[in-house]
């Protein structure tokens, strides 16, 4: 008897509790496939944790190879899906493409940030979804904070220091509360101008803080960050972002190089190019989450259209409860198409919430009991280590070194401005300057470089040209071997502001023959180098900013 095939689009909390669950229930009888763009599972909840400095970001990574045995991991992203043919067409990390065929097809493909349209939010605005954007986040904060401690004036200290985070869901939530404490550290190494410190704003058109849950946890939020001194602004949001500050829908503009798009998620593009039936982008499913007319087909998670059992005739949230629990759900149902038991309608029963504020601070409300403080803490660190499928020690060791010790503030400048745009279909990844291809709905621009990417208090919005070859004399080459003094090659800040034309300085002395010619500028030459035979002929071009796309809540 022949194996069933089975392919796995997506490892999130949906398609990873899906492949874990599956490799257990159908007993050797399938060949289990994991379409993937990285070769980890992200624990999106502690997420605010790395940006703060508090979690190291492997902490939050979980192997797919070391934890799902039995599953074969494909690294690559899905693009055109045949259904007739039942086939996945998707393109690896160095621009292969390959094709999986498949018997029973799982699509858990996840979501992406929410973009509205907002004037100037795609350009000068970061999401939240992925590990890149985290560590963007935080290396942005410990510069900005630098930069404000050596600023030339007040209104320029007070813009740096100032952090607006737009959406009071989860992500917002807990970014400005573990972000305000994070930037109160800094400061402690990096002191402000006299009376000044670092000032955030939670940015929401909703009436309270955490709409979605409990007034509980809505009043013990909005306690905990006003005592932070963060400023809360309830039914108010951004009008239009620019380099400089944000404008607010009530008038006020607000200095800041640091915008956190935070509002929310919506299911990721591919769902859409299934050609399957949607909710609001979503696909639509039957309970046993199925697609109907193609019983081969399981979508689940917040590329799904769920119906939710306690409350007829609507969908369940894109949330992470209950994406990894209709991957288990999901797992079972293969089974029972493999012969094993029967289909069964995906069923929910809320055990409560709980909200990380930072410190020892946090909201929670377990089977309904209302928390606050240090007991609503260790239950919110209990839950996550429970639901945590590994690492479990390195993240104590982690928590126990944050109590104990000051955090690291240093930026690596790993992440840059434009390679984490709002606006894209893999916030899982971070763009790079070349590569073999791009996501489809990635616009490419010169020579290979990411089109378009967000702003967030990085201006890469002007052109940095790098020296372009010009003839060398026979003489300035052997001249040039031996090294001059003063040769100096051309170089990007460390993650900082790239926005003045960067020429590499010519070397000295020179003759004046050499001098003139210079100052008339010879044919192809932005500025000579002394890169010591290097090649330094290409124009580098800072991408510009792009649109955006989603990041979901946990």
């Given at each position: ?14 398609g990873y509790r899906t492949a874990r669950t599956l490799a257990r229930e159908a007993r050797g009888r399938a060949d ?448 040039r071997e031996q090294g001059p003094d003063g040769a100096a090659a051309t170089g990007g800040g ?61």
């Amino acid at each position: 008897m022949s194996r069933a095939r089975i392919v796995i689009v997506g490892a999130g909390f949906a398609g990873y509790r899906t492949a874990r669950t599956l490799a257990r229930e159908a007993r050797g009888r399938a060949d289990i496939t994991l379409l993937n763009p990285t070769d980890y599972f992200l624990y999106l909840p502690l997420l605010p944790q790395v940006a703060a400095g508090v979690l190291e970001p492997r902490r939050v990574t979980v192997s797919l190879p070391g934890t799902l045995r039995g599953v074969r991991l494909v690294l690559g992203e899905a693009g055109r899906i045949d259904l007739d043919a039942r086939i996945v067409h998707f393109a690896d990390p160095e621009g292969g493409e390959g094709t999986l065929d498949y018997d029973r097809l799982v699509l858990a493909a996840g979501s992406v940030n929410k973009l509205l349209p907002v004037p100037g939010v795609a350009e000068h605005a970061h999401g939240f979804r992925g590990l890149p954007e985290a560590l963007y986040l935080r290396d942005h904060i410990t510069r900005q904070v630098e930069l404000a401690a050596s600023a030339g004036s007040t209104d320029e200290c007070r813009a740096r220091c100032t952090f607006v985070v737009v959406g009071a869901g989860y992500t917002g939530t807990e970014v400005a509360a573990h972000g305000a404490l994070f930037t109160d550290a800094l400061v402690r190494a990096h002191p402000l101008r006299r009376g000044m410190r670092p000032r955030w704003l939670l940015l929401d058109l909703a009436p309270r803080v955490l709409p979605e849950l409990g007034r509980h946890l809505s009043r013990t939020a909005d306690r905990v960050l006003r005592e932070r001194g963060v400023e809360v602004r309830t039914e108010t949001s951004v009008k239009e972002a620019t380099r400089d500050g944000v404008l607010l829908t009530d008038g006020e503009f607000v200095g800041t190089r640091s915008l956190v798009w935070c509002v929310g998620v919506r299911p990721d593009p591919l769902a859409e190019s299934t050609g399957l039936p949607l909710e609001r982008g979503r696909i639509l499913v039957e309970p046993t989450l199925q697609a109907p007319g193609r019983p081969e087909v399981f979508a689940l998670g917040d590329a799904a259209a769920v119906p939710d059992p306690e409350n007829p005739g609507q969908y369940t949230p894109m949330t992470a409860q209950h994406a990894w629990r209709q991957g288990r759900t999901a797992a079972r149902n293969i089974a029972a198409t493999l012969g094993d038991g029967r289909a069964r309608p995906y069923r929910h029963k809320d055990l409560g919430f709980v909200v990380d504020l930072g410190g020892v601070k946090a909201a929670a409300d377990p089977l309904g009991v209302p928390l606050s403080g240090l007991p609503a803490h260790l239950v919110t660190r209990g839950y996550h280590l429970a639901a945590l499928p590994g690492n479990r020690v390195r993240v104590v060791s982690d928590w126990l070194l944050d109590a104990v010790l000051p955090r690291q503030a240093v930026q690596l400048g790993l992440v840059r401005s434009w390679s984490v745009p709002l606006d894209t279909a893999s916030p899982e990844l971070a763009r790079v300057p070349t590569g073999p291809s791009l996501h489809p709905t990635d616009t490419p621009g010169t020579e290979g470089q990411p089109a378009r990417g967000g702003g967030g208090g990085e201006d890469t919005s002007r052109t940095v040209t790098a020296p372009t070859p010009e003839p060398v004399k026979e003489e300035e080459r052997r001249r040039r071997e031996q090294g001059p003094d003063g040769a100096a090659a051309t170089g990007g800040g460390g993650g900082g502001d790239t926005s003045r034309t960067v020429t590499a300085p010519t070397p000295e002395p020179v003759k004046e023959e050499e001098r003139r010619r210079r100052e008339q500028g010879p044919d192809g030459a932005a500025a000579t180098g002394g890169g010591g035979g290097g090649d330094t002929s290409r124009t580098v071009t800072a991408p510009t900013p792009e649109p955006v796309k989603n990041e979901g809540d946990h």
